[in-house]
């Protein structure tokens, strides 16, 4: 079974503050993303990484970095926390396809209120 | 820009009824599509993948594609009140994976 972990649930930060998002896969999956969902918008891609120390930008990379030293763990980091950086982040992982996408696999989540 | 189309909903359907959720894709290289189920507070899960047009069925889950109309579809038989979430299509873009903003399905009893 697969099985992705984030590492808080919910988390609260003040403005400006720098915020670390942490995600571990233990299926060896070579590829990893991360997410940010809101009411309406649906899932967004902020960056995913095809190996280690890879990293490629997503839809909204803005204000966002990521960091994959190790396969199983990739990293969220927000440079500096804004309100408007309020949401669920959710991460995910899939093997690497060839001439396709394999099936992704969320982690359960992280509600991220910034104030 | 790759687009993945979904009537948000809500559907609503009693108790035992076949429920119908449908999916359009713009990009015709697409190769995987996947069906998500989504609970409130949750994150998403995965319920079934399908590649080859036709059908596929897993339990009371059917996933049928249309590669030529770009079209793809869940059923679900026998709703349960336990199936009502949001269910997100999603379509590959080489590695990647674009998500539909998902539609809400209410089972009532």
């Known amino acids: 079974d697969v099985k992705v972990t984030q590492s808080s649930r919910y988390l609260v930060k003040r403005t400006g503050e720098k915020v670390f998002l942490e995600c571990v896969q233990d299926?060896?999956?070579?590829?990893m993303f991360w997410y940010r969902q809101d009411p309406g918008l649906g899932l967004r891609l902020i960056y995913f990484?095809?190996?280690?120390?890879?990293?490629e930008k997503g839809d909204i990379p803005e204000g966002y970095s990521v960091s994959r030293e190790k396969k199983e763990r990739f990293s969220l980091i927000l440079e500096s926390a804004s309100t408007n950086q309020t949401s669920m982040y959710l991460c995910?992982?899939?093997?690497?396809?060839?001439?396709?996408?394999?099936?992704?696999?969320f982690g359960p989540g992280t509600r991220l209120t910034v104030t | 820009q790759k687009e993945v189309e979904q009537n948000s909903g809500p559907l609503s359907v009693p108790e035992g009824a076949i429920a119908s959720l449908n999916c359009t894709y713009s990009?015709?290289?697409?190769?995987?599509f996947f069906w998500y189920r989504q609970y409130s507070g949750k994150s998403p899960e995965l319920i079934m993948f399908?590649?080859?047009?036709g059908d596929k069925e897993d339990g009371r889950f059917t996933a049928q594609l249309n590669k030529a109309s770009q079209y793809v579809s869940l059923l679900i038989r026998d709703s349960q009140p336990s199936d009502s979430a949001t269910y997100l299509c999603?379509?590959?873009?080489?590695?990647?994976?674009?998500f539909g903003t998902g539609t809400r399905l209410q089972v009532f009893p």
């Open positions: 995910a992982s899939s093997r690497k396809g060839l001439a396709f996408s394999y099936e992704q696999y």
């Open positions: 299926m060896d999956h070579e590829n």
């Open positions: 990484s095809y190996d280690v120390k890879m990293k």
């Open positions: 990009d015709r290289g697409s190769q995987s």
């Open positions: 399908i590649y080859s047009n």
């Open positions: 999603a379509v590959s873009d080489t590695d990647k994976l674009i």
